[in-house]
């Protein structure tokens, strides 16, 4: 029996991005619902050849669905993810809420796809930050064993959601209009500027998406020993993260090696010729189901360490494409069936 499935989230860059996804990979489905605040009654959504209606989320909406993937922050996980699961639901969800709960997986298809044959009703996707990083560094390090990563980000404002696109467009025509540019989302200007502040500061002054990386990249890989640094910078760019990464290896893996062992690994797209000034960028990655690496080389000034460039879509690889994945898989391996469905309440 094909599944129901429900979007919410729907009106959000994450949420049309999902929509568009289900659509593109002809998902087999039998029905699609909408759903995202009060504000959004109403708003049609093309699909197919259809037009959809968005509706409120409440307790009683997800009744009747399969699986819902949810794309629309982190209080609304927390209220209504248990409530979806109570009634038999799956649900995949892309805020940050469940990702550090021992009862949810945290997945990445090509990576640890075997931890939904477990699952309890509530899978979490990873930051998108942490996806990008992992799908390159999985393979590396099922080698190589890496001990250490040190990555800094350059993360493109569509990463904060429609919000941030709508900050940048606005900034810019302003400036380019000679106004004082208006600054409401971001602490400061970030049209022609970077900002090394991304989500809000800890007591350790590493900021929440920093030690999201850190966290949730030892969970995936099962290994709490994996020394995990990181520093987030937006950036002025529309659609894309960036990565600069380095990492330090038990065993040696040279970066011809490792061009070869990424160019068969699932998910990724080795883009590295500097002679011929090839390497990713995020206008490159942008639309794009890969996830792109170039620029490796050697790190000279210890044992064992590569550098890399890692570029993917934020919205995409880093949150749309990652949940309809993992739903694709629940479908096709039978496993949307929830033992217990009372678990998160
Ligand atoms: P967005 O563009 O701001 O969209 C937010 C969506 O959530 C909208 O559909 C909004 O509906 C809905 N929403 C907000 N409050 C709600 C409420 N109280 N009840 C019901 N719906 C509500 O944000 P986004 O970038 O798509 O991000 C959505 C989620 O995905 C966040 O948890 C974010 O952390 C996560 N995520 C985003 C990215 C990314 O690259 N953007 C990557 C990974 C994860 P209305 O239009 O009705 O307000």
Redesign the pocket.
């Known amino acids: 029996k094909k599944p129901v499935i429900a979007i ?8 049309r991005e999902c929509i568009k996804l289900f659509e593109e990979r002809n998902f087999p489905l039998n029905d699609i619902k909408l ?3 009060s ?2 009654v109403g708003i049609k959504i093309p699909f197919n050849s259809d037009e959809l209606s968005v509706q409120e ?1 409440t307790d009683q909406s997800l009744q009747d669905v399969d699986i819902a993937i949810f ?6 996980s927390k209220k209504y993810a248990p409530i979806a699961v109570s009634s038999g639901c799956v649900v995949i969800d ?3 809420h469940w990702r550090m709960d021992d009862r949810c997986p945290l997945v990445i298809p090509e990576v640890n796809a075997h931890t939904l044959d477990n699952h309890r009703g509530i899978i979490a ?1 990873p ?2 930050s942490t996806i990008q990083l992992i799908v390159v560094l999985a393979p590396l390090h099922n080698i190589g064993k890496i001990k250490r990563i040190i990555v800094s980000t350059y993360q493109s404002v ?6 941030g696109i709508n900050e940048i467009e606005k900034q810019t025509l302003q400036i380019f209009n000679l106004q004082q540019p208006e600054v409401t989302i971001y602490p400061h200007r970030i049209a022609f500027n970077c900002i090394p502040h991304i989500d809000s500061f800890l007591d350790n002054d590493y900021t929440k998406e920093e030690m999201k990386i850190t966290n949730e990249t030892k969970k995936i890989f099962d290994d709490p020993a994996i020394k995990v640094t990181a520093t987030c910078v937006r950036v002025p760019v529309f659609y894309g993260h960036s990565e600069s990464v380095n990492i330090e290896m038990e065993n040696k893996i040279t970066p011809q090696q490792a061009r070869a062992i990424l160019s068969q690994a699932p998910g990724v797209c080795v883009y590295d010729n500097p002679k011929e000034n090839m390497y990713p960028t995020p206008l490159d990655a942008t639309g794009e189901d890969l996830t792109f690496v170039g620029r490796i080389r050697e790190d000279h000034s210890i044992d064992n360490g590569l550098n890399l460039w890692i570029v993917a879509d ?2 995409r690889k ?2 749309a494409l990652n949940a309809i994945q993992i739903a694709e898989h629940l479908v096709n391996n039978d496993l949307l069936t929830i033992d217990n469905p009372n678990l998160f309440l």
């Open positions: 919410v989230g729907a009106t959000g860059a994450v949420g759903f995202a605040s504000q959004s989320i794309s629309a922050g982190s209080e609304v892309n805020s940050s996707n930051n998108c569509s990463g904060t959601g429609q919000k934020n919205v880093g949150a």
